[in-house]
């Protein structure tokens, strides 16, 4: 599942003209790498995206499902407007203690809240002491799962909030409908809902963009939620 030399050296000069590095999101992937963490967090220009995406909507308020080593929480939470807040959401308790650690290095443990346990669990709690509105939302774990935790987000959501969810084309295998892969099928059933004016009752807008790059063929969802 090595990504072709071509998509690996473009994100490299990406990176290297767009995206420098620092001493927390650099110590964020060389700690997971350490302490052999799968190397499946946001490439360095997907980090980017996501930051530019949720600083273009001036976010005070951002929920990020699935944390690994906070590498992606790190980019997010820096772009948070000043005093807002990242509630980051992980089942691993290992991935979890470096998680936070990352998070000290960057600064950020005063921003960044990061609740253990696994989504499902966690995200009913969340809605339950009104843990919204968030402005901005990223979905990132288990991947078999990612149509519930869409709908817990939209229950967390406003009109104007952003939802995106990685990991849902997977080599193109979305299209195959024979699939028993539960992380395809995941991503085949969000696709499903996100068509059917009943699941989410007409109130988002969305669209998938196929990526390629260091992380070899994939793609993510963007959604927009609309008002009601
Ligand atoms: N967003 C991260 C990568 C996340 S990888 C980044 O880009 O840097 C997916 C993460 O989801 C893993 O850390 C995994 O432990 C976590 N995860 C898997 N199942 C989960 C669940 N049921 N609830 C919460 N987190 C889960
Ligand atoms: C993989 C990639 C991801 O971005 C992720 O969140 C989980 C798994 C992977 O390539 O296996
Ligand atoms: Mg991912």
């Given at each position: 599942?090595?990504?072709?030399?071509?998509?690996?050296?473009?994100?490299?000069?990406?990176?290297?003209?767009?995206?420098?590095?620092?001493?927390?999101?650099?110590?964020?992937?060389?700690?997971?790498?350490?302490?052999?963490?799968?190397?499946?967090?946001?490439?360095?220009?997907?980090?980017?995206?996501?930051?530019?995406?949720?600083?273009?909507?001036?976010?005070?308020?951002?929920?990020?499902?699935?944390?690994?080593?906070?590498?992606?929480?790190?980019?997010?939470?820096?772009?948070?407007?000043?005093?807002?807040?990242?509630?980051?959401?992980?089942?691993?308790?290992?991935?979890?203690?470096?998680?936070?650690?990352?998070?000290?290095?960057a600064g950020l443990s005063?921003?960044?809240?990061?609740?253990?346990?696994?989504?499902?669990?966690?995200?009913?709690?969340?809605?339950?002491?009104?843990?919204?509105?968030?402005?901005?939302?990223?979905?990132?774990?288990?991947?078999?799962?990612?149509?519930?935790?869409?709908?817990?987000?939209?229950?967390?959501?406003?009109?104007?909030?952003?939802?995106i969810t990685d990991n849902?084309?997977?080599?193109?295998?979305?299209?195959?409908?024979?699939?028993?892969?539960?992380?395809?099928?995941?991503?085949?059933?969000?696709?499903?809902?996100?068509?059917?004016?009943?699941?989410?009752?007409?109130?988002?807008?969305?669209?998938?963009?196929?990526?390629?790059?260091?992380?070899?063929?994939?793609?993510?969802?963007?959604?927009?939620?609309?008002?009601?």
């Amino acid at each position: 599942m090595n990504p072709p030399e071509q998509w690996t050296a473009v994100d490299r000069y990406i990176s290297e003209h767009l995206v420098p590095g620092d001493p927390a999101l650099d110590g964020a992937v060389q700690a997971s790498a350490e302490a052999g963490l799968p190397p499946i967090a946001v490439s360095p220009a997907q980090g980017k995206l996501l930051h530019l995406l949720a600083r273009s909507i001036g976010a005070r308020s951002i929920l990020e499902i699935g944390t690994l080593g906070a590498y992606s929480t790190i980019w997010l939470a820096r772009a948070l407007a000043p005093g807002g807040r990242l509630v980051t959401l992980e089942a691993n308790l290992q991935y979890a203690e470096l998680a936070t650690a990352n998070i000290a290095r960057a600064g950020l443990s005063d921003t960044v809240e990061l609740r253990l346990g696994k989504a499902l669990d966690t995200l009913p709690e969340l809605a339950a002491e009104a843990g919204g509105p968030f402005d901005f939302t990223f979905i990132d774990a288990d991947k078999q799962n990612t149509p519930e935790y869409f709908t817990w987000v939209l229950e967390m959501s406003r009109p104007g909030s952003i939802i995106i969810t990685d990991n849902v084309i997977r080599d193109g295998a979305v299209i195959d409908d024979a699939t028993e892969d539960p992380v395809v099928q995941g991503g085949r059933r969000f696709h499903e809902m996100l068509a059917s004016e009943d699941a989410f009752g007409g109130r988002v807008s969305a669209t998938t963009i196929q990526t390629v790059g260091v992380k070899g063929y994939d793609g993510f969802t963007f959604a927009l939620v609309l008002p009601r």
